[in-house]
């Protein structure tokens, strides 16, 4: 089935650690997107890329870092300059066929 | 952008229909309408698009007027499995204009 797989699905991080979260699909889908979401709260857009080898800030992006070399992957890097990264981060992609974006299942990120 | 506005939360019980109103008082010309319904520690579901009218599909039925200014999500007797935060999103049809998701419409349904 095609979809889009995050790992890792809980990740514990130590102050001062970079760590690299793990985005993949299989949809063919152009464009992908990161996201942020805080407890009790919406999603807010932290990069997002419409094709390979670009990419664009999004609202919430200090901190954040992310690469597209490949077509299916979209990594995002929390570094340590992120000072509240504990979060549930989503990844995302845009579905032309229904103008509607597939998301993943989550990472939850807790800062120990 | 269309900004959007919704209710923080409604309450419902099982077998009633359930409306969320949702308003986008600036949507342009090309801008499609989408809700989104997102469980606990997941990611959010899309349920259904439209552009102007009505639309249904096995889910859920989205009323759309004629100004286009405000549309309505109606889940037909919800159970306890539809307690949910449902989100309304205005997008451009070619989604290159990535959008922002508000706090969404908290609903709980009662046994």
């Known amino acids: 089935d095609g979809g889009i797989t995050q790992s890792p699905k809980y990740l514990f991080r130590k102050e001062g650690q970079n760590v690299t979260l793990s985005c993949e699909q299989n949809l063919n889908h152009d464009a992908m997107y990161w996201y942020r979401q805080d407890p009790g709260q919406g999603l807010r857009l932290i990069y997002y890329?419409?094709?390979?080898?670009?990419?664009q800030k999004g609202d919430i992006a200090e901190g954040y870092s992310v690469s597209r070399e490949k077509k299916e992957s979209f990594p995002l890097t929390v570094t340590s300059a992120q000072k509240n990264p504990t979060a549930f981060y989503l990844c995302a992609s845009w579905d032309p066929s229904r103008y509607g974006y597939t998301f993943g299942s989550g990472t939850r990120l807790t800062v120990v | 952008l269309a900004k959007t506005t919704q209710p923080i939360s409604m309450d419902s019980y099982e077998g009633q229909e359930v409306n969320i109103t949702c308003s986008h008082n600036n949507i342009a010309t090309n801008d499609y309408i989408t809700w989104y319904q997102q469980f606990p520690s997941q990611g959010p579901r899309f349920i259904i698009q439209?552009?102007?009218t009505k639309v249904t599909n096995e889910v859920a039925s989205l009323f759309i007027p004629a100004d286009r200014k405000s549309s309505t999500l109606s889940l037909p007797r919800v159970s306890l499995s539809d307690t949910a935060v449902y989100y309304c999103?205005?997008?451009?049809?070619?989604?290159?204009?990535?959008?922002?998701f508000g706090s969404g419409t908290r609903l709980q349904v009662q046994p």
């Open positions: 999103l205005v997008v451009l049809d070619t989604g290159r204009r990535a959008l922002t």
């Open positions: 890329s419409q094709i390979v080898n670009d990419f």
């Open positions: 439209g552009y102007k």
